[in-house]
């Protein structure tokens, strides 16, 4: 039997992947975290075989949480599962100890071989991203800087004003939690560690 975690903030994910589940006999579904620390923390009581990771979540991200339990739980595989497919994410997340990597778009029979291919031992990467360690000469792109949504530059925005998430719920006139969410991803495109690493890179691109 594998027992499987599950990773992720949205309980519409969650669901469809209980469902395309609910048909294998052989994997059972452990438990449910929205990020990261939620995870380790459930780890020190529940036991799984492969951990199915969403990168994109409040808090602990999923490229942080992979190093955390592979550091503590170096047997469990983890299955990076994001809608992110540039490369720099997907190098990120091996460098860290992933075993696999599979895109949200990825049908259900994948999502089932993805998960039986990392229990072997295998490494998997989605369909789509096959190609993605091949060597390619490099070129020079003046569009080099990660793709960052309107909402998400208005966050930015907010936040190099020296604004708490409280602060910038009121002046977007969005959730504490949906702020939350977009700092996340702010901080995951950008690679930064904290906020003082997200002002500095938006100064450095002159975001802002």
């Not at 294998?24 to 995870?39: H, T």
């Not at 998430?165 to 702010?186: F, P, Q, W």
Request: net charge positive.
């Amino acid at each position: 039997m594998i027992r499987l975690i599950i990773t992720d903030d949205h309980p519409i994910v969650r669901d469809g992947i209980e469902l395309i589940l609910s048909s294998e006999k052989n994997i059972q579904i452990a438990g449910y975290v929205r990020e990261g620390a939620e995870l380790l923390r459930m780890l020190e009581g529940t036991k799984a075989d492969v951990i199915l990771m969403d990168l994109n979540m409040p808090g602990m991200n999923g490229i942080e949480a992979t190093q955390r339990v592979k550091e503590k739980y170096p047997n469990i595989k983890i299955l990076c599962f994001s809608q992110y497919d540039e490369k720099r994410f997907v190098r990120q997340v091996f460098k860290r100890g992933a075993n696999g990597y599979l895109l949200k778009n990825a049908a259900a029979a994948e999502l089932i071989l993805a998960i039986k291919a990392v229990v072997k031992g295998d490494i998997y990467i989605s369909e789509d991203l096959s190609d993605i360690f091949e060597k390619k000469p490099k070129r020079k792109s003046k569009y080099s800087t990660p793709k960052l949504t309107s909402r998400e530059l208005d966050v930015l925005n907010e936040i190099c004003a020296e604004k708490n998430n409280r602060e910038i719920a009121r002046s977007l006139l969005i959730s504490h939690n949906t702020v939350e969410t977009h700092r996340a991803n702010l901080l995951l495109k950008v690679g930064a560690k904290n906020t003082a690493g997200l002002v500095k890179w938006a100064l450095q691109n002159q975001i802002v």
